[in-house]
């Protein structure tokens, strides 16, 4: 079965430079959610899109932005990286935006801040 | 407020021991979702079950059990027989569903299983 797909895998990037991370949903869900994990940290939500609308907003830094296009992939922008955006990023998408559907995880993309 | 407790930071066990991983949780909605994740040292996130507050049958799949009691808000995770494969942090979830709006997932702290040969 399709997965998520998160691309790239793996991003090294400086400081102060911006990284985009990309998210593609299973086919035929509406719904996308980005969450960022640090090290030995739990999953901290940060935005997501339904119907390519932003749903919901969580700890999600201004220097973040995102969307979700018209093919239902996502995008994550984040410019001004510092040390401490250095974390586990994840996608998820679900069907529909009622509590009871799953949220399957992508991946994860490994963002290195040096 | 909504807030999810994982007591239990790292747990080790000997291979084909039973296993219980904790989780209470606290909300003010009536109607919730509680889920756990395997989260292997490969970092991705595996989906294992999904509950809803309305459903308090515990339920049993392969070696892995749950039980759901509304009355103490937990939603423990038990492991019958450990395999060395099970060695992963588990996280319990809460999914809110206030007004229909599309609630995130509220992650515990994670507990670090180690299941030793």
């Known amino acids: 079965a399709a997965g998520v797909i998160q691309s790239p895998r793996h991003l090294i990037k400086e400081k102060r430079e911006t990284a985009t991370l990309k998210c593609y949903p299973i086919?035929?869900?509406?719904?996308v959610y980005w969450y960022q994990q640090g090290p030995g940290q739990d999953p901290q939500f940060l935005i997501s899109?339904?119907?390519?609308?932003?749903?919901d907003k969580g700890s999600i830094p201004d220097r973040f932005s995102a969307q979700q296009f018209s093919d239902y992939h996502s995008e994550l922008n984040m410019s001004s990286l510092e040390l401490g955006d250095s974390a586990l990023y994840f996608c998820?998408?679900?069907?529909?935006?009622?509590?009871?559907?799953?949220?399957?995880f992508g991946p994860g993309t490994r963002l290195t801040v040096t | 407020a909504q807030k999810v407790t994982q007591a239990q930071t790292e747990i080790s066990v000997v291979e084909k021991e039973d296993v219980t991983l904790d989780c209470v949780y606290e909300?003010?909605?009536?109607?919730?979702?509680l889920f756990w994740y395997k989260q292997p040292p490969s970092g991705e996130l595996v989906f294992l079950i999904r509950?809803?507050?309305?459903?308090?049958q515990n339920e049993i799949s392969g070696r892995y059990s749950w039980n759901f009691q509304k009355s103490t808000s937990s939603f423990n995770f038990t492991i019958t027989a450990s395999q060395v494969v099970d060695s992963a942090v588990y996280f319990c979830?809460?999914?809110?569903?206030?007004?229909?709006?599309?609630?995130?997932?509220?992650f515990g702290k994670g507990t670090k299983l180690s299941v030793k040969p």
């Open positions: 979830a809460l999914r809110p569903n206030y007004g229909g709006s599309q609630g995130n997932l509220i």
């Open positions: 899109f339904y119907e390519k609308m932003q749903s």
């Open positions: 509950r809803n507050s309305f459903d308090e």
């Open positions: 998820a998408s679900s069907f529909g935006v009622a509590g009871g559907y799953e949220q399957y």
């Open positions: 086919p035929r869900h509406d719904t």
């Open positions: 909300t003010r909605d009536t109607t919730y979702y």
